[in-house]
C-alpha cells in the first residue's frame, strides 16, 4: 500500500489493488485505476468498470467470481481544471509496477486470463502483442495459463456515434464471450 517505485504514488490518493475471490479461476487485468477508482480505492467502479459490469450481466457471468486488477496500481492523470485527466503510464512506470501484477497472478493461479486494453495485454503477452489483430484469440503462456485479450472497455465509450458505439460493444461482449466455453 506505501509503494513509491515509481512516481505516481505521489499525486494520486491511493494505490488500487486487485479485489476478487482467492480462489478465482478468471483474473481480468485493466490498465490503471481511473478517477473514481483512485477515489473509492476498488478497481472498475468508475464509467469503464460499469460497462464492463453490463457485459458480464448480458453473458450470465457473475463479476464476483472474477479477480480483478489493473497492470498499474496508482491513477496517473493531468489536472485540467477541476478535472483530473487520465494519462497512460509509460513504459517505465509499468516496469516498476510489475512486480505487483506478478504477485497477484503467482497467488491467485487463475486458470484464464483476459487483458482489458493494449497495456493489460502487452503486460501480459509482451511488447509484440497487438490488441488490434489478435483480440478475441485464445493464446497460451508460458506457464500454461489460457488467456485472451480484448479491448479496455474505455476504447467503446470513446466511440462516436451511436452505430460505431454499438459496433464496438457487440465486439466486447464477443470477445468476453469466449469465458463461457472455458
Ligand atoms: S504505480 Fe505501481 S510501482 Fe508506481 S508507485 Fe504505484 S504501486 Fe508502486
Redesign the pocket.
Known amino acids: 500500500m506505501g509503494?513509491?517505485?515509481?512516481p505516481?504514488?505521489k499525486p494520486a490518493t491511493g494505490?488500487v489493488f486487485g479485489e476478487g475471490p482467492a480462489n478465482a479461476r478468471v483474473l481480468v487485468v485493466g490498465e490503471q485505476p481511473g478517477d473514481a477508482e483512485d477515489l473509492s480505492g476498488h478497481p472498475f467502479v468508475g464509467p469503464s468498470g460499469k460497462l464492463f459490469d453490463r457485459a458480464l450481466e448480458e453473458l450470465g457471468i457473475e463479476r464476483s467470481r472474477l479477480y480483478v486488477t489493473n497492470a498499474?496500481?496508482?491513477f496517473k492523470f493531468e489536472r485540467r481544471g477541476k478535472a483530473r485527466l487520465h494519462k497512460s503510464p509509460n513504459a517505465g512506470?509499468q516496469r516498476?509496477?510489475r512486480l505487483?501484477l506478478e504477485g497477484e497472478l503467482a497467488r491467485i493461479r487463475p486458470d484464464i486470463v483476459v487483458c482489458l486494453g493494449a497495456i493489460a495485454a502487452r503486460n501480459i503477452f509482451g511488447p509484440a502483442f497487438r490488441v488490434t489483430r489478435q483480440r478475441g484469440t485464445w493464446q497460451t503462456l508460458a506457464d500454461g495459463t489460457r488467456a485472451f485479450a480484448t479491448v479496455h472497455p474505455s476504447a467503446v465509450l470513446r466511440q462516436r456515434g451511436d452505430e460505431a458505439r454499438h459496433a464496438a460493444w457487440r465486439a466486447f461482449v464477443a470477445d468476453l464471450a469466449l469465458l463461457l466455453d472455458a
Open positions: 509503494c513509491k517505485r515509481c505516481l504514488w494505490t498499474v496500481k496508482h512506470e516498476a509496477c505487483w
